[in-house]
C-alpha cells in the first residue's frame, strides 16, 4: 500500500509564511513527478507547483515568486515554502505523486487526505 501525508498548514496573516511538507510511503519502487494542487470552497481544484523527475519546476501564474516546490528524493518526500501569502491562497492543499510500487509496472497517482491553508487577519 501507498500513502502520502501532508502537514504543515494553519492560520496565518496577510503578507505571512508556511511550510507545506508531504512524505510519501509504503511499497514504492519508484516516484516521478510529486506536486502540490490546492481545491478553494466552490471551485476546481487547481495545480499550483509541480517537481517533475528531471528536476524541472513549474508553477501557477498566481503564485509565482511567493511560492517554492521543493523535494528530497532520498526521503520521498516534497515541501511547499508559502511567503507573503494572499486571502486568495486560502484552501485545502493536496499533494500528488506518480508512484510505482514494488512489483508493479505502471505509474500511477496517488493523493493525500490534504491539508487546510487559511489566510486571515
Known amino acids: 500500500q501507498v500513502q502520502l501525508v501532508e502537514s504543515g498548514g494553519g492560520l496565518v496573516q496577510p503578507g505571512g509564511s508556511l511550510r507545506l511538507s508531504c512524505v510519501a510511503s509504503?511499497?514504492?519502487?519508484?516516484?516521478?513527478?510529486m506536486g502540490w494542487y490546492r481545491q478553494a470552497p466552490g471551485k476546481k481544484r487547481e495545480l499550483v507547483a509541480l517537481?517533475?523527475?528531471?528536476?524541472?519546476?513549474s508553477y501557477a501564474d498566481s503564485v509565482k515568486g511567493r511560492l517554492t516546490i521543493s523535494r528530497d528524493n532520498a526521503k520521498n518526500m516534497v515541501y511547499l515554502q508559502m511567503n507573503g501569502l494572499k486571502a486568495d491562497d486560502t484552501a485545502v492543499y493536496y499533494c500528488n505523486a506518480n508512484i510505482k510500487k514494488t512489483y508493479d509496472s505502471i505509474y500511477s497517482a496517488y493523493w493525500g487526505q490534504g491539508t487546510q491553508v487559511t489566510v486571515s487577519a
Open positions: 517537481f517533475a523527475s528531471d528536476g524541472s519546476t
Open positions: 509504503g511499497s514504492i519502487s519508484s516516484i516521478l513527478a
